[in-house]
């Protein structure tokens, strides 16, 4: 009786009917339209031309100012057209702020900052995320608190630590302090909580792999958009980060912004070169954007779409 019964009642739940949610988005997208790529109208691309002029007018009046004299950019009005002076300030800021040096220094002190943090966080971001052990929110807790306390209030022990060490005026004494930041581990928790399956991790704990090998094989494949997105994002604030190299070096050995304050140092400012070393300084980032720019979109988008 039961054998006869059952093929009956398998049919019967084959054929019900779907949920009202399934059917409403079955019927979205079965409507006309529907898949079919939409092209922005005259309005949008007036905005984003204005929204594009917005971004780029700092960067054209800096190469402006760069490229007259120190009584020109001071008139009222200022000029709004480039000048026959941007190489002859170009080399005199390049001179007198030794440029060279400090962009090799922070070449080398945004590089190894950014790849550090990104590592880290990563690690420590798939920590917090999936594994399971005592004091995980406790010291999650412990982490995001740091993000609420002024860098101001450990320039003074810091200091002294780097002293103890022998890294005073060397650039250790600049990375070492941030190796990793809360930022960069709550951003990477964050992602890999709703982008990392569990079901992964599982197959890997089945297949034998330990956390580190699950790590490796896993979850950096996974984790690559928001990486670039944090490098970035740590690279160009490691390259802009005035405070602490300004009180750790000395102008022997200094970093682009820390080199940038000796040209604007004296009674007597030039505008015109203070402008142009820091149209110096902002090219090894605009030449990096353009570099991995479109790689670091492309990262953003895969990461954006979920299957």
Do not use: C
Not at 28 to 44: D, F
Not at 70 to 83: A, D, E, K, M, Y
Not at 111 to 127: D, E, H, N, P, Y
């Amino acid at each position: 009786m039961t054998t006869d019964i059952a093929p009956v009642l398998a049919d019967a739940q084959d054929r019900t009917p779907p949920s009202r949610p399934a059917e409403r988005r079955l019927r979205r997208a079965l409507r006309p339209g529907a898949g079919r790529q939409h092209h922005a109208g005259p309005l949008a691309y007036a905005l984003l031309g204005f929204a594009a002029l917005v971004s780029l007018f700092p960067l054209y009046w800096t190469m402006v100012a760069a490229s007259t004299t120190n009584t020109r950019v001071t008139q009222s009005p200022p000029p709004f057209l480039p000048g026959p002076n941007l190489f002859k300030n170009l080399g005199k800021a390049w001179t007198d702020a030794a440029m060279g040096q400090a962009m090799v220094n922070s070449l080398i002190v945004a590089g190894v900052i950014a790849l550090s943090t990104v590592f880290f966080a990563t690690l420590a971001g798939f920590a917090f995320a999936k594994l399971r052990f005592k004091g995980r929110n406790v010291l999650l807790m412990l982490v995001i608190g740091t993000m609420m306390v002024p860098p101001q209030l450990g320039v003074v022990p810091l200091f002294m630590m780097m002293a103890d060490l022998g890294w005073g005026q060397k650039l250790p004494s600049v990375i070492f302090p941030t190796l990793v930041s809360a930022v960069g581990v709550f951003f990477m928790r964050q992602y890999l909580k709703e982008a990392l399956p569990d079901e992964l991790i599982e197959a890997g704990r089945i297949d034998g792999a330990h956390s580190l090998r699950i790590f490796w094989s896993i979850v950096l494949p996974i984790a690559r958009p928001p990486m670039a997105v944090l490098f970035m994002i740590t690279f160009v604030q490691a390259w802009n980060d005035f405070f602490w190299p300004f009180i750790a070096l000395d102008m022997t050995n200094p970093t682009v912004p820390v080199a940038l304050s000796q040209l604007s140092a004296g009674y007597v400012r030039d505008q015109s070169v203070i402008m142009a070393g820091a149209l110096l300084g902002t090219l090894p980032l605009l030449a990096m954007f353009l570099v991995f720019g479109r790689q670091i979109v492309g990262g953003i988008m895969q990461g954006a779409v979920k299957g």
